[in-house]
């Protein structure tokens, strides 16, 4: 049995403790004596006994943690089914799930739509000052069974959503009591005003309010214009213009969708300029990674992508221009010098991935002027050539006269044709402008009953990462607005999951193919951060060719297999925001796809072959009484709980017992729970547990299967108090969305552990039962420098079931690391993971990583090993995590460091032991380089000239030690001809990256003009909903309770003192965390 003592012995007596306790836990206990009492042989100091190091991770995860234990129930305690899978038939399902949110959301959007149609004419129409300025948002005296809004930029004579007529609130309640499911249902129109229904559950915390104009987000400038645009922004204004051109011109970026692609034109010598005009290094010519696309040295006079962050820049370059005195700033010599430049550029550039399969783009110029003369426009000859060049190339013009130029000119349309015109808008003044609508050209009204599908986005109204299915308002054939229904995106992702087949994954593209949906699509977080634009043939070009591509997006049915390629994360370290690294894998893939009845979308199955072959494997209990949940507790409580609380570092937890928490897709109604359950929804979860209801009225399929998995994991931690002291929380997540943690606490609802760091990590792993080690990082909930132990269990197929894991502190896998290899006592060891980082480094047992002074930007937390050779870490490491992450950055770097080992890494690289990798985060749009650790074949062993790796068999771990002080500046790169280097120096190639030529200027990329393209990349993998533990309780309320640890601290060793989870050594004494 494994039962540790409360307290460590006093005596040092060898023949007392083996009587007393297990070989093991002696070891534990030796290592909590105070320094000096027991001292290693001198001998044993000269042995490198490197295997003891996955002998100690093998004792705490399957001894401590009750991995093995889990490993036998997971095989013995349940009926395995494993089978082949009709891929046909499996994507006819998922598309029929698909297929019905849909529908039900466009059935709901369409009821809407004709009610507010045939009442349009006589709606009741509300006067601004009507409003309440002080309730703008959701005004609770205009209606109490909606929320209304209207925006402070709109300048609106008359506000219509405001005041719903009476049939539309009737048909808007119907639609609710009809769909039970928590629905959103709302429509705007063009003068800024919006209606909601029902009002949002929490009213005063709205990220929408004063801000808000609903013009401008996404469900309303897809409607608008569904069909995808060029546009070029061409002005041509006079130094010192008035700032109503750069309103006007921002504007314009503003009401442009994900879908569109932007240009700006500014003059130059009657061209387009290509580069900015000042601060070209700064803003024209970003070095790496630099911002908006990779690989751009120049944003001007050329169309990209309309993405906020490239609004955002081409309006500094603007501003840049406008606030220019140079002469060089000058503007057009003509209206038509003007319109040349902007049609110029539309002439030449680049196409629309798929422009073949979808709607060619609509060009559109839009010509912002302070230049007058419009009213003779017919006059000029060369003028009126040149627009009606502009037809022959189909591009519409939007002319907007400003000020002065604009004075006695009307709205007119100049010009038109059967999709192609010429319109003239001009803003004499600033009002006009406020109060008006973007002029720009509105296009694929010709099927006004098909619903839009914009992006999924972030809900401005507390709903979280949401889909919209939208149909357009037509009143006298114009477009007036928009009625749209909210469905949560993982309501999507939940009925199109494939949890029995391994790896397998399903995407969804629209008719541009722009992805709505894949594993690799990053998702936005807040309301500040927009819909990702990523192409399909971005994410899937390692699998498939173009054709194939064209073929999914064209809704062409079809089917491929192909030896394709696998993209698995490899995790990132612990408390940072840098992207997951990711492996690629080349696997046999099955591809079906099909088209999404009544939308313009196509869903695509991916499934992996086994000896051609697509394989489910599914477990369950042998029979109802073995899957009984003996004490079902969720982390939500009900009201009549009571349960038995204590302190965790200031957090209220539950003493002595795990807490359940489901995954957000595991519900039905998932957009209601993600808005927050209440008494009645949680009573129902423990019926169900109690076998007293069915599992289909809340969640998606029977998990109970699951829950007595996490509950035995819960039975055995509980076998073993005692350990709890040296270990911090013990978590499990299993596959298909079941997690418990103990002690138990409460678990914000997006929570999902299967996109945690250490779940992809733990799920990472190439060997069966292989464990993981995280590095180091500074406990949220104030436990200090801890570790993450991992281990997954398998299933028989060696498909991946669930990831029992713990949390040790640093100064205890520190002490029990040196009492296992005494040789690191007295020679550098680093214990490394596979990308290179630092999991461990012996001089750390010095440092004071106490819970009051941790953080994640000392020089421990996501140290790497090229941290030791500044020389070529320095540089490097400061490039990439400047951008992602500037806490990591520069300081982590500290000068004693340099003189431990200033040659392993550089070493390590030149002998290809560790090689750069790379992937593109589309997230931020910029490549991310990563380093990879491994040894040649299956050799566990590689020896330099001053020092050697051992790779630690079936885990991430390699172990590397000094066996040689550096004598002279040495450097291998007996791999790479001379040729090779040269190549490699010039040209960013990933794989080598060699210190011997490029020294001290090593950088992810030599020459910042380098195609670092050259090399196709896969997609990092993208961060998941999952946010930080929720600490739900002030430190005055959980201080109410005794600590959870009934340990008094009663120490008197620093080591042994910080060794215990919850107690800290400080001023000279051992005290216990939640008694200070």
Request: aromatic share 10%.
């Amino acid at each position: 049995m494994f039962r540790p003592a409360l307290r460590p012995a006093t005596s040092c007596s060898h023949h007392q403790r083996s009587r007393r306790l297990s070989v093991w836990w002696a070891v534990v206990v030796m290592v909590l004596l105070a320094e000096g009492c027991c001292h290693a042989r001198a001998d044993d100091e000269d042995v490198l006994s490197w295997w003891n190091i996955g002998k100690f991770l093998r004792e705490f995860v399957n001894t401590g943690l009750g991995a093995k234990k889990l490993q036998e129930h997971v095989s013995t305690g349940y009926t395995w089914r494993n089978e082949e899978v009709d891929g046909h038939q499996r994507l006819k399902e998922i598309n029929l799930r698909a297929s019905k949110l849909f529908q039900k959301n466009i059935k709901m959007g369409k009821g809407l739509k004709k009610v507010i149609e045939q009442e349009y004419d006589n709606w009741e129409r509300v006067y601004p000052q009507q409003v309440n300025a002080s309730s703008l948002c959701c005004s609770p005296e205009l209606s109490s069974s909606g929320c209304g809004l209207w925006s402070t930029h709109g300048h609106s004579e008359k506000l219509l959503a405001l005041q719903p007529p009476a049939a539309v609130l009737r048909e808007m309640e119907r639609i609710s009591n009809q769909y039970q499911n928590d629905i959103t249902l709302y429509f705007t129109f063009t003068d800024g005003s919006l209606y909601m229904y029902p009002t949002p559950r929490n009213k005063h915390d709205l990220q929408a309010c004063e801000n808000y104009d609903p013009r401008l987000r996404y469900f309303f400038t897809q409607t608008k214009s569904p069909e995808p645009r060029d546009v070029i922004v061409v002005v041509d204004a006079v130094l010192g213009a008035h700032s109503l051109v750069r309103e006007v011109v921002v504007r314009t970026f503003k009401a442009l969708s994900y879908s569109d692609r932007i240009g700006l034109c500014l003059p130059h010598k009657d061209m387009c300029r290509t580069v900015s005009f000042d601060h070209q290094a700064s803003l024209g010519a970003p070095k790496w990674p630099g911002q908006g696309p990779l690989g751009r040295q120049s944003f001007l006079g050329q169309v990209i992508v309309s993405t906020e962050r490239n609004k955002d820049h081409l309006s500094k370059l603007l501003d840049e221009w406008l606030n220019s005195t140079s002469s060089l700033a000058s503007p057009f010599s003509s209206h038509s010098a003007a319109l040349t430049a902007g049609l110029h550029v539309h002439q030449n550039s680049s196409k629309h991935p798929f422009s073949q399969s979808s709607n060619m783009p609509h060009q559109v110029l839009v010509y912002v002027t302070t230049r007058g003369g419009w009213d003779q426009w017919r006059a000029d000859p060369q003028l009126s050539a040149t627009l009606n060049d502009s037809f022959l190339h189909n591009v519409s013009i939007v002319i907007n006269p400003i000020y002065e130029a604009a004075v006695g000119l009307e709205d007119e349309l100049l010009m038109a044709d059967e999709k192609w015109t010429v319109k003239l808008v001009p803003f004499p003044t600033s009002r006009k402008f406020y109060s008006s609508q973007s002029s720009i050209t509105s296009f694929g009204f010709t099927e006004t009953e098909r619903a839009v599908i914009p992006m999924p986005y972030w809900d401005a109204f507390g709903a979280g990462y949401i889909m919209s299915v939208c149909q357009p308002l037509i009143a006298r054939g114009e477009f007036v607005g928009t009625a749209c229904t909210d469905d949560s995106i993982v309501n999507l992702l939940a009925d199109t999951a494939i949890d029995d087949v391994e790896k397998a994954y399903v995407f969804i593209v629209n008719s541009m193919g722009n992805t709505l949906m894949h594993p690799l699509l990053p998702s936005p977080h807040s309301l500040t951060e927009e819909p990702y634009h990523v192409t399909i043939d971005k994410l899937e070009k390692h699998s498939l060719d173009q054709n194939t591509l064209e073929q999914i997006v064209r809704q062409q049915p079809g089917s491929k297999d192909v030896r394709g390629v696998q993209v698995q994360s490899i995790g990132r370290p612990r408390g940072t925001t840098l992207p997951h690294a990711v492996r690629v894998a080349y696997a046999h893939l099955r591809y079906l796809w099909a088209p999404i009845n009544t939308t313009d979308l196509t869903i695509a199955l991916v499934l992996p072959l086994q000896d051609g072959k697509v394989m489910s494997s599914v477990y369950k209990c042998h029979n109802s009484t073995a899957c009984q949940v003996d004490d079902f507790q969720y982390h939500l409580s009900k009201s009549d709980d009571d349960r038995k609380l204590c302190s965790y570092f200031g957090t209220e937890v539950v003493k002595n017992e795990g807490l359940v928490k489901f995954a957000p897709d595991c519900f039905i109604n998932v957009l209601s729970y993600v808005k927050g359950e209440d008494d009645k929804a949680i009573t129902q979860l423990y019926s169900i547990f109690q076998g007293k209801s069915p599992y289909d009225e809340v969640l998606t399929k029977d998990f109970r299967a699951s829950v007595k998995l996490v509950e035995t994991a819960e039975q055995i931690w509980l076998e073993k108090l005692n350990l709890s002291d040296y270990i911090g929380l013990q978590f499990m997540g299993t596959a298909d969305g079941t997690f418990i943690v103990y002690p138990g606490t409460e678990l914000k609802q997006t929570y999902d552990h299967r996109s945690t760091s250490w779940y992809l990590l733990a799920m990472s792993s190439l060997e069966p039962g292989s464990i993981s080690m995280t590095t180091p990082y500074c406990d949220e909930w104030g436990a200090g420098m801890m570790y993450t132990i991992t281990k997954p269990l398998h299933g028989p197929l060696g498909n991946p079931v669930a990831v029992v894991a713990g949390d040790f502190t640093l100064q205890y896998i520190m002490a029990y690391f040196l009492r296992q290899i005494p040789y690191c006592k007295r020679h550098t060891c680093l214990l490394l993971d596979q990308m290179g980082y630092v999991v461990l480094k012996t001089d750390w047992v010095r440092q004071k990583t106490s819970p009051h002074t941790c953080a994640n930007n000392t020089d421990i937390a996501a140290a790497h090993i090229n941290q030791l050779a500044p020389d070529i870490g320095k540089n490097s490491i400061y490039i990439w995590t400047y951008q992602i992450a500037p806490d990591i950055g520069k300081s982590s770097i500290s000068i004693w460091t340099y003189q431990l080992a200033p040659d392993i890494a550089r070493d390590m690289i030149g002998s290809k032991l560790l090689q750069r990798r790379g992937c593109h985060d589309y997230e931020r749009d910029l490549t991310f380089y990563f380093w990879s650790l491994g040894l040649s074949g299956y050799s566990t062993y590689y020896e330099a000239a001053t020092y050697v790796v051992h790779r630690i068999p079936s885990t991430n771990l390699f172990l590397v030690v000094r066996t040689k002080r550096l004598t002279h500046d040495t450097c291998h790169c007996d791999p790479y001809l001379d040729e090779e280097l040269m190549e490699c120096h010039d040209t960013c190639l990933l794989e080598c990256e060699c210190p011997c030529v490029a020294r001290n200027k090593t950088q992810p990329c030599h020459d910042p003009n380098a195609d670092v393209h050259r090399k196709s990349l896969p997609a990092c993998k993208p961060r998941g909903l999952t946010h930080v533990n929720a600490k739900n309780y002030t430190e005055q309320q959980s201080s109410l309770h005794p600590p959870c640890n009934d340990n008094t601290c009663n120490f008197h060793n620093e080591t042994v003192c910080n060794s215990v989870v919850l107690c800290l050594w400080l001023d000279n004494k051992c005290r216990n965390v939640d008694n200070l």
